[in-house]
């Protein structure tokens, strides 16, 4: 950093170094032998992750681990790395957690054992991690008692792998030597958390243990009978319904894997390509350098998931030059921390809580990417827009072109003819693949491996004719920019490895694990080659030192790539403590009756619940574990309430839904850590820069709201066509919003037509809305005549029934169920076909009998319920007339903001 920027307050690059190291990779880091041998660890961990995700343990009948097996070794390398490389922070506050929550956790435990179960041993471990913690944990070295925190924690770990056999035979009875893990497992864990990922989410581990123990002490509407320290370390250690659960799985079996191929996509020099890029691209713009930034923020999305390692790669970069520019301090952070929050929610990689998604909601991860597409592009799209209305409002100008641009004709036919080229190599890819496999059978493989290595040496070859990129120092002045085709040329080969992943997972539709395997393989492969063959191309001669720097390179990635993943995995470890304890309590159902007496039952105020505590759990767990927790709470309970409604929320918009508000939370002041991270980088204050980055995400903010009430947007239910057509118009609407919440359209906007235009964007985005106003989506009838409705509507539609019956637990509630109508000759039939038997008494109609499997049971319904409405679906003219009268007022609003534009005047940035 420059003089200047280190008198306004910013951080110089070792500090920034060290801030990411300090929340994403530890801040430890030893020198000499015991650093080279905390980067072999990380360098195992990593060649064991890519072992059990390839095909070779089963095609060589050996080194295969079952899953329980896998989540052991996973959790056992996270725990011994981040004692070795996080040391203990000594602040009264974290240091009085450290004491305070071993010692809470020892007498929870102790008063929890019961049946005759030794409890003096219990204090123990507690009081040797209390003092480990007291002698101190210096930065550069490893002191003996660290080691041996390190060790036995995972030793803990692995004992599920080394005892597995043993422990299948007694699930449900531990025995003392299990007591002894568990115990000393879960204190361990939750120091490690401490460590690695800051006070919160161990704080909230340490809430739902104790819950779980006193549970007869809770007040009246969440208390439960209480669990005895037996059930307790049978469910969260020895069994995988706690620690070693769902979470931990997808930790070791999908995310290490995608974090993994974007640590190496990065040591290979994609991070530095997609910023040139993105500047060579759009840096001559209006506020050039900050709508290069949104750009940069999206495509190096693919590499990091972390959103303070993404603002940190490209915030050095962009925020100067932002600044220089005309935007403030704050509003050039602010726009950083925007963009690149939001990169983990951007398909193909989004965050490792797309991939949880996965499991919990049942559905293959293709058809995560395909719901997250269009809120993720619009999102981004709409930053873009928002930062041009902020360079028109400071009367801002990009920056200068060292080339002189071709007629503006000329630039849009090589664009439409780019696209040409690029539509027919895709059909002749995903056809030639199709030919490829039958006729080369077994040896497909390798015939498509050829194919790409081939494509590969022709991208490397293109690249060889233009200069190579050099980072740019963000200090110097910029005098111009370099023109775009040369620098796009320089690393087309970047983009295989994301082609190879897309594919594998949208055409092959293999598994995540899988597809991340072989794109991590492919990956491997140009980190070691790119270098040799450059300089073969370039004529430079010396291989051999460009091999040594391409293994270099190589094992650089695989070593950060494993040391990223260190926070992950704990978290996805401790947040299984949290799932485990609602399973094992019974708290979630609790939870939903008080959330529907704090709602009133209103299905908004529940939502505004949810994103209320995401937000606030967020503020001190990674997105993550904010997920898992949120997501296992409430996910089931807005479901639900919906459906007690009157409205069918599919489970994905749900959990997108809690996503959306968790990646919020990096920004949301006062703890976003996002903002803090762009502040130290561009000198900023921190809350100012958070706040302004809050004002600019209220898109991301708002887009679940909409999706929840309206599934087209997460291209439920549409074809192709229609989900192109939902995509321009949602696009234009989010356009529409930014322009409302930034005051500023085609001039300064006057209140009343900030409303016109929240009016006319919220009617683009659910023209249903008032339609449903104008004329009635359905038809009620009595519910004796639920079989003439049948034959009201066509095989396959919905009847809208809302029934009475009992929950879980026996209570009596009301709520809605969507009944596919089968095939049959009579309305009868039509409903026995969906597996629905019902008698009709005199003042009732009563479920008698439901198939099993049948549509009718998947809709919720069961026998001895009772139908109090049937509704039938009508003719209803199209929702989209309503576009017409929105469309108009937009006019009017243009027409009022033109005779005026010219005169606005630029405001200071």
């Given amino acids: 950093m420059s003089d200047t920027s280190k008198q306004d307050g910013a951080l110089s690059q070792e500090e920034l170094d060290e801030l990411v190291a300090s929340s994403d990779t530890g801040g430890r880091s030893p020198q000499g032998p015991v650093g080279t041998f905390i980067l072999l660890v990380a360098l195992v961990w990593s060649l064991f992750q890519l072992w059990i995700a390839s095909p070779i343990p089963f095609m060589i009948g050996a080194g295969v681990f079952n899953d329980t097996e896998a989540r052991s070794i996973h959790l056992a390398f996270a725990l011994f790395l981040a004692f070795a490389a996080y040391p203990a922070a000594r602040s009264p506050v974290q240091l009085g957690l450290a004491i305070g929550v071993p010692a809470m956790l020892a007498i929870l435990f102790m008063v929890g054992a019961k049946d005759g179960v030794a409890v003096w041993w219990i204090p123990i471990p507690a009081i040797l991690l209390i003092g480990a913690v007291f002698l101190g944990s210096p930065k550069d070295r490893i002191p003996p008692w660290e080691w041996a925190l390190a060790v036995v924690g995972a030793a803990a770990a692995l004992y599920l792998y080394f005892f597995y056999d043993g422990i299948a035979t007694r699930v449900g009875a531990p025995i003392m030597q299990d007591y002894v893990v568990a115990v000393i497992g879960l204190m361990l864990l939750l120091e490690a958390t401490r460590r690695s990922l800051g006070p919160a989410l161990m704080i909230v581990a340490t809430v739902f243990l104790a819950y779980t123990f006193l549970g007869p002490m809770m007040p009246g509407i969440i208390a439960h009978k209480g669990n005895s320290l037996s059930e307790v370390v049978n469910h969260q250690w020895i069994t995988t319904e706690g620690v070693f659960g769902i979470a931990l799985g997808v930790s070791t079996s999908f995310v290490f894997l995608f974090v993994l191929f974007g640590s190496l996509l990065d040591k290979a020099g994609a991070g530095n390509y997609f910023i040139q890029v993105a500047f060579s691209l759009m840096g001559h713009m209006r506020g050039g350098p900050a709508k290069a930034a949104v750009v940069s923020s999206a495509m190096t999305g693919l590499i990091s998931g972390s959103s303070i390692a993404n603002v940190v790669t490209t915030g050095t970069f962009t925020i100067p030059l932002m600044k220089r520019v005309g935007f403030s301090s704050e509003k050039a952070g602010a726009v950083e921390v925007a963009s690149s929050v939001n990169g983990q929610i951007m398909p193909p990689v989004m965050g490792a809580a797309a991939f949880?998604?996965?499991?919990?909601?049942?559905?293959?991860?293709?058809?995560?990417?395909?719901?997250?597409?269009?809120?993720?592009?619009?999102?981004?799209?709409?930053?873009?827009?928002?930062?041009?209305?902020?360079?028109?409002?400071?009367?801002?100008?990009?920056?200068?072109?060292?080339?002189?641009?071709?007629?503006?004709?000329?630039?849009?036919?090589?664009?439409?003819?780019?696209?040409?080229?690029?539509?027919?190599?895709?059909?002749?890819?995903?056809?030639?693949?199709?030919?490829?496999?039958?006729?080369?059978?077994?040896?497909?493989?390798?015939?498509?491996?050829?194919?790409?290595?081939?494509?590969?040496?022709?991208?490397?070859?293109?690249?060889?004719?233009?200069?190579?990129?050099?980072?740019?120092?963000?200090?110097?002045?910029?005098?111009?920019?370099?023109?775009?085709?040369?620098?796009?040329?320089?690393?087309?080969?970047?983009?295989?490895?994301?082609?190879?992943?897309?594919?594998?997972?949208?055409?092959?539709?293999?598994?995540?694990?899988?597809?991340?395997?072989?794109?991590?393989?492919?990956?491997?492969?140009?980190?070691?080659?790119?270098?040799?063959?450059?300089?073969?191309?370039?004529?430079?001669?010396?291989?051999?030192?460009?091999?040594?720097?391409?293994?270099?390179?190589?094992?650089?990635?695989?070593?950060?790539?494993?040391?990223?993943?260190?926070?992950?995995?704990?978290?996805?470890?401790?947040?299984?403590?949290?799932?485990?304890?609602?399973?094992?309590?019974?708290?979630?159902?609790?939870?939903?009756?008080?959330?529907?007496?704090?709602?009133?039952?209103?299905?908004?105020?529940?939502?505004?619940?949810?994103?209320?505590?995401?937000?606030?759990?967020?503020?001190?767990?990674?997105?993550?574990?904010?997920?898992?927790?949120?997501?296992?709470?409430?996910?089931?309970?807005?479901?639900?309430?919906?459906?007690?409604?009157?409205?069918?929320?599919?489970?994905?918009?749900?959990?997108?839904?809690?996503?959306?508000?968790?990646?919020?939370?990096?920004?949301?002041?006062?703890?976003?850590?996002?903002?803090?991270?762009?502040?130290?980088?561009?000198?900023?204050?921190?809350?100012?820069?958070?706040?302004?980055?809050?004002?600019?995400?209220?898109?991301?903010?708002?887009?679940?709201?909409?999706?929840?009430?309206?599934?087209?947007?997460?291209?439920?239910?549409?074809?192709?066509?229609?989900?192109?057509?939902?995509?321009?118009?949602?696009?234009?609407?989010?356009?529409?919003?930014?322009?409302?919440?930034?005051?500023?359209?085609?001039?300064?906007?006057?209140?009343?037509?900030?409303?016109?235009?929240?009016?006319?964007?919220?009617?683009?985005?659910?023209?249903?809305?008032?339609?449903?106003?104008?004329?009635?989506?359905?038809?009620?009838?009595?519910?004796?005549?639920?079989?003439?409705?049948?034959?009201?509507?066509?095989?396959?539609?919905?009847?809208?029934?809302?029934?009475?019956?009992?929950?879980?637990?026996?209570?009596?509630?009301?709520?809605?169920?969507?009944?596919?109508?089968?095939?049959?000759?009579?309305?009868?039939?039509?409903?026995?076909?969906?597996?629905?038997?019902?008698?009709?008494?005199?003042?009732?109609?009563?479920?008698?009998?439901?198939?099993?499997?049948?549509?009718?049971?998947?809709?919720?319904?069961?026998?001895?319920?009772t139908i109090q409405e049937v509704l039938v679906p009508v003719a209803q003219p199209s929702k989209y007339w309503m576009f017409i009268p929105a469309l108009a007022l937009l006019a009017l609003v243009v027409m009022l903001q033109r005779g005026r534009s010219g005169r606005a005047q630029p405001v200071a940035a």
Avoid at 567 to 578: E, M, Q, V
Wanted: proline share 6%; glycine share 10%.
């Fill in 356 to 865: 949880l998604m996965v499991e919990y909601v049942g559905i293959p991860y293709f058809d995560v990417v395909k719901h997250a597409f269009v809120p993720a592009v619009i999102s981004y799209i709409a930053l873009v827009y928002i930062v041009h209305l902020e360079a028109m409002k400071a009367g801002l100008e990009g920056l200068p072109r060292s080339y002189v641009p071709g007629p503006l004709l000329r630039r849009l036919v090589g664009t439409v003819f780019a696209i040409i080229v690029v539509c027919a190599l895709s059909f002749a890819v995903y056809y030639g693949m199709g030919w490829i496999r039958p006729a080369f059978g077994s040896a497909a493989p390798y015939v498509i491996f050829l194919a790409l290595t081939a494509v590969y040496v022709g991208l490397l070859w293109v690249a060889s004719r233009e200069e190579p990129l050099e980072m740019e120092d963000p200090d110097a002045p910029v005098t111009e920019l370099s023109p775009p085709g040369p620098v796009v040329r320089t690393g087309l080969h970047f983009i295989l490895p994301v082609v190879v992943l897309v594919w594998a997972l949208m055409v092959d539709r293999l598994s995540p694990g899988l597809s991340a395997f072989w794109a991590s393989a492919f990956m491997i492969f140009i980190l070691v080659t790119q270098r040799p063959i450059l300089a073969v191309m370039r004529g430079l001669g010396d291989t051999s030192t460009a091999f040594r720097a391409g293994f270099i390179d190589l094992i650089d990635g695989l070593v950060s790539g494993a040391r990223n993943m260190i926070g992950i995995g704990i978290a996805t470890a401790t947040a299984g403590i949290i799932v485990g304890a609602v399973s094992q309590t019974g708290v979630g159902s609790a939870l939903a009756d008080v959330v529907e007496v704090l709602s009133g039952g209103n299905i908004m105020a529940i939502l505004v619940l949810t994103a209320i505590l995401s937000l606030i759990l967020g503020m001190g767990l990674p997105t993550t574990a904010n997920y898992i927790v949120v997501s296992a709470l409430l996910a089931p309970v807005i479901v639900t309430l919906g459906q007690q409604n009157g409205l069918i929320v599919p489970l994905i918009a749900v959990h997108l839904f809690v996503f959306y508000f968790g990646i919020m939370a990096d920004v949301t002041p006062p703890v976003g850590l996002a903002s803090f991270a762009a502040a130290a980088v561009s000198g900023g204050d921190p809350i100012r820069t958070g706040a302004v980055a809050f004002f600019y995400s209220l898109r991301t903010a708002a887009l679940p709201f909409l999706f929840i009430f309206n599934t087209e947007l997460l291209l439920i239910g549409v074809n192709w066509f229609q989900g192109i057509f939902i995509f321009v118009v949602a696009t234009v609407a989010m356009l529409l919003f930014a322009a409302a919440t930034q005051g500023w359209f085609l001039a300064r906007n006057r209140f009343y037509e900030t409303i016109a235009l929240l009016l006319i964007a919220f009617t683009l985005f659910r023209p249903g809305f008032w339609m449903d106003m104008v004329s009635a989506p359905f038809e009620n009838v009595e519910p004796a005549a639920i079989a003439e409705a049948a034959m009201d509507v066509e095989p396959g539609e919905n009847l809208r029934l809302t029934v009475d019956g009992l929950n879980s637990v026996g209570d009596p509630i009301t709520f809605t169920a969507l009944l596919p109508v089968g095939e049959g000759a009579t309305g009868e039939d039509r409903l026995l076909a969906s597996g629905l038997e019902y008698i009709v008494n005199p003042d009732s109609v009563l479920i008698d009998n439901v198939g099993f499997g049948s549509a009718a049971q998947t809709a919720g319904l069961d026998w001895d319920q």
